[in-house]
């Protein structure tokens, strides 16, 4: 089992930068791959970003690819999503999930623990 915290959502303007953090308990974390997802208003859920167990091997979402940038620290039993360059479609409750498999998927189903969601909100 394996807990997940996210935190450092918030109101932002457009164009500018926000980092939320997620922190794992429960479980060795540098056996999960670590995945963000976010959620607006009225749609599913959408894969944003992977990071591999060992944070060596990164993935992004084509929508989010050379403004957000995930990593980890498995010293903290944290995983990070920096976003730069935000924009107002980027607003959306942002969740972290963990996934113990190797095999790279950007499917929701597929990984076994979600934290809560923390918010992102981008204003004009």
């Known amino acids: 089992q394996v807990q997940l915290v996210e935190s450092g959502g918030g109101l932002v303007q457009a164009g500018g930068s926000l980092r939320v953090s997620c922190a794992a308990s429960g479980s060795t974390f540098s056996n999960y791959a670590m995945g963000w997802f976010r959620q607006a208003p009225g749609k599913e859920r959408d894969f944003v970003a992977r990071?591999?167990?060992?944070?060596?091997?990164?993935y992004y979402a084509d929508s989010v690819k050379g403004r957000f940038t995930i990593s980890r620290d498995n010293t903290k039993n944290t995983v990070y999503l920096q976003m730069n360059s935000l924009k107002l479609e980027d607003t959306a409750v942002y969740y972290c999930?963990?996934?113990?498999?190797?095999?790279?998927?950007?499917?929701?189903?597929?990984?076994?623990?979600w934290g809560q969601g923390t918010q992102v909100t981008v204003s004009s």
């Open positions: 999930a963990a996934d113990p498999r190797i095999i790279v998927t950007t499917t929701s189903s597929r990984y076994d623990y």
């Open positions: 990071i591999s167990r060992s944070g060596r091997s990164t």
